[in-house]
């Protein structure tokens, strides 16, 4: 069982949306997977309305503010989210945290802000290539994760992680599949420690990352690795579903 996201980023017009779910033919490999797209905001309810055909299909939003209503202008709150049909929260994301200077005290309370509002979190880390070369890959995904975990901290509920390597997105360098079982054996482990085994081992660990049909299977076949968060692979329905059958494999 493998969880098989989507990242849409700023890309898919609601009409390109549904023609993207008329063409995604699951059908071969749904038994094996849990899929969850991400779209952009604007074409979430599109994205619902045609996901309801399928309701294996969970969608989620890219990003959140943590107060629940206000003067936020170009923000989109938990509850609009969900009434629009969204079910889980990206957050974090490096884009967030690089293009828009999002701070892990920002995550936190986003994080925070999910659960209350009864949106699954999906928790991004990954280090840039300045961080791997000097060696910090632990101390930088560590201190991302414990800054979000220390907000989970004696809530129940589930909540994902996604190891994505900054210099792997969008690049077409992948992170090998043993980069990604060391980093994700580190987040486990920390989950571990301070959630406790039960949650560590229930939380999925995705990896992302130019993740594509072709090196899909072997990413998902490392150690600890339960899923892949898909960014450009994700816009096409076809390359989407051969991701997902390299998790069915
Ligand atoms: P990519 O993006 O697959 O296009 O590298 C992954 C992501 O940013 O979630």
Not at 14 to 39: G, K, Q, S, W, Y
Not at 54 to 67: S, T, V, Y
Request: hydrophobic share 50%; with cysteine; aromatic share 6%.
């Amino acid at each position: 069982m493998a969880v098989i996201a989507g990242n849409w980023k700023m890309h898919m017009t609601p009409r390109e949306t549904e023609a993207f779910f008329a063409a995604l033919d699951l059908t071969e490999v749904v038994a094996h997977n849990e899929f969850i797209i991400f779209p952009p905001v604007a074409s979430l309810a599109v994205a619902a309305a045609c996901g309801a055909r399928d309701p294996r299909i969970q969608l989620g939003i890219q990003n959140m503010h943590w107060e629940e209503q206000g003067a936020f202008t170009g923000e989109t709150s938990g509850q609009i989210a969900v009434e629009a049909g969204a079910s889980f929260a990206l957050i974090g994301h490096s884009e967030r945290r690089h293009v828009f200077g999002e701070t892990d005290a920002q995550v936190a309370l986003k994080v925070v802000a999910a659960r209350r509002d009864g949106l699954i979190p999906v928790i991004c880390v990954g280090e840039t290539l300045e961080e791997r070369r000097a060696g910090r890959v632990d101390e930088v995904i560590l201190r991302q994760l414990a800054a979000a975990v220390q907000a989970l901290k004696g809530g129940e509920g589930r909540f994902l992680v996604a190891y994505e390597p900054v210099w792997a997105i969008g690049t077409g360098e992948t992170a090998t599949p043993e980069d990604a079982a060391a980093a994700h054996a580190t987040l486990r482990a920390e989950l571990e420690s301070t959630l406790g085994i039960a949650a560590a081992l229930r939380t999925p660990l995705l990896y992302g990352g130019s993740v594509n049909p072709a090196n899909a299977a072997d990413l998902l076949a490392a150690a600890e690795v339960d899923g892949v968060l898909v960014g450009g692979a994700s816009l096409d329905a076809v390359s989407f579903t051969g991701i997902a059958a390299a998790g069915a494999g």
